[in-house]
């Protein structure tokens, strides 16, 4: 399983970004996929997430300024990030949650290989 992420870069604040991630290799679609990120030193930590079903979770630091989609005919997930902040700069990483074997029955968790986004002040 493979989660390709993009569309990470550096831009100032008060500006835009918008990453996208795509899964591929799975038994089946994904069911949870989302956002997290990592600041130096510490724990990854949740950005945003969306159900296969749409129902979504945001970090209270991000919520009315990002916003996560998803298609899920594309297995892709987005995250659009508004009004961003010197504190939003971290390495961004893809997330999906699949079930792995032919039963559905054990979920496994799977990770992109990070983006990094630099907000200036």
């Known amino acids: 399983v493979q989660l390709q992420a993009s569309g990470g870069g550096l831009v100032q604040a008060g500006e835009s970004l918008r990453l996208s991630c795509t899964a591929s290799?799975?038994?089946?679609?994904?069911?949870?996929m989302g956002w997290f990120r990592q600041y130096p030193g510490q724990q990854r930590e949740l950005v945003a997430t969306?159900?296969?079903?749409?129902?979504?979770n945001y970090d209270g630091s991000v919520r009315g300024r990002f916003t996560i989609s998803r298609d899920n005919a594309k297995n892709s997930v987005y995250l659009q990030m508004n009004t961003l902040k010197p504190e939003d700069t971290a390495i961004y990483y893809c997330y999906g949650a699949a079930y792995s074997d032919y039963e559905a029955t054990y979920e496994s968790d799977y990770w992109g290989q990070g983006t990094l986004v630099t907000v200036s002040s």
């Open positions: 969306i159900t296969s079903g749409g129902t979504i």
């Open positions: 290799g799975m038994l089946y679609s994904m069911n949870t």
